[in-house]
């Protein structure tokens, strides 16, 4: 699977952005997809994720309420609508491909092996 992000840009402080996640291959509905990002001198961190199958979402606590991930199989994209966003979201916003389906595990960087080459999202305050 070939995964390639994109729909960055610049916004300002309680503005809204959507990037996606296009992916190459006919397996791409059998994949959990996250998005995780990467501020400057970070870890890269968990962002959300959503199950191949069921579209059960999970999202790191401090986007909840703000972001939503949502998938069209058809198209073979994921993506994630950014709103409120605030400049602690500034970060470059990667998304990644795992066939791990456990609801636990979806945050855990380390299960996911496909990525995108990421897409810069810089929220100004």
């Known amino acids: 699977v070939q995964l390639q992000a994109s729909g960055g840009g610049l916004v300002q402080t309680g503005g809204s952005l959507r990037v996606s996640c296009t992916a190459s291959?006919?397996?791409?509905?059998?994949?959990?997809v996250g998005w995780f990002r990467q501020a400057p001198g970070k870890e890269r961190e968990f962002v959300a994720a959503?199950?191949?199958?069921?579209?059960?979402?999970r999202y790191a606590d401090s986007v909840k309420g703000r972001f939503t991930i949502s998938r069209d199989n058809a198209r073979s994209m994921v993506s994630l609508q950014m709103s409120s966003l605030k400049p602690e979201d500034t970060a470059v916003y990667y998304c990644?491909?795992?066939?791990?389906?456990?609801?636990?595990?979806?945050?855990?960087?380390?299960?996911?092996?496909?990525w995108g080459q990421g897409t810069l999202v810089t929220v100004s305050s």
């Open positions: 990644a491909a795992t066939r791990t389906g456990i609801l636990s595990t979806m945050a855990n960087i380390d299960l996911y092996y496909y």
């Open positions: 291959g006919d397996t791409f509905r059998t994949y959990t």
């Open positions: 959503i199950r191949a199958s069921s579209g059960t979402t």
